[in-house]
């Protein structure tokens, strides 16, 4: 039966570990998601 506890605590452990993951790889994606801003400044001499 103590196996079986610490099989279940690990097991909750790992989820935890990987949702945090998940989470972490997600607010890294929020960048991705904006579209490009061209913001290029063209200095242009007359002659």
């Known amino acids: 039966m103590l196996m079986k506890t610490q099989d279940v605590g690990y097991i909750l452990r ?3 570990s990987e ?3 998940v989470e972490r790889l997600q607010s890294t994606l929020h960048s991705t998601e904006q579209p490009l801003v061209n913001n290029h400044t063209y200095f242009i001499e007359d002659r």
């Open 19 to 21: 949702q945090k993951k």
């Open 14 to 16: 790992k989820a935890q």
